[in-house]
């Protein structure tokens, strides 16, 4: 989303960040891996998350896609090579679920829904292309 922001923004789309964080991590990973040009916020309580139906992938299915990723050279590794930014990563893997999977959604100005799409998992994520035509 951050190399793609200025297509969203010229679309008159305002995009904004929900992450299932406290704002502390968010902060730390921010300060470690941003600047972004648009906000995070945080649903610690991942209440939100619920609601609107987010799912919570499966533990050894995630693992295992993981690992095939890796032995298929597709991802080289799950951490960040600088130090810092491994640092978060690690404490996020520990205290945050991160089986929890995202999803994009589009309201319109006075608060429709007008699309949305949510991840059955980490390589299920609405292309660039799919939100752009969405905000045409």
Not at 28 to 54: N, T
Not at 118 to 126: F, G, I, N, V
């Amino acid at each position: 989303m951050r190399r793609n922001y200025h297509e969203i923004e010229q679309k008159g789309a305002d995009l904004k960040i929900i992450v299932p964080s406290s704002g502390r991590l968010i902060k730390r990973f921010l300060k470690e891996f941003g600047p972004y040009p648009f906000p995070f916020y945080g649903d610690r309580d991942r209440s939100l998350y619920k609601a609107m139906g987010h799912i919570t992938m499966n533990k050894a299915k995630l693992l295992l896609m993981a690992a095939l990723a890796a032995a298929a050279g597709k991802i080289d590794s799950f951490l960040p090579r600088d130090k810092a930014q491994r640092a978060v990563a690690l404490y996020s893997m520990k205290t945050q679920d991160v089986y929890l999977q995202g999803g994009t959604w589009i309201y319109s100005e006075s608060g429709a829904l007008e699309w949305y799409h949510l991840d059955k998992s980490p390589d299920d994520h609405a292309s660039i292309e799919q939100i752009l035509n969405e905000l045409a």
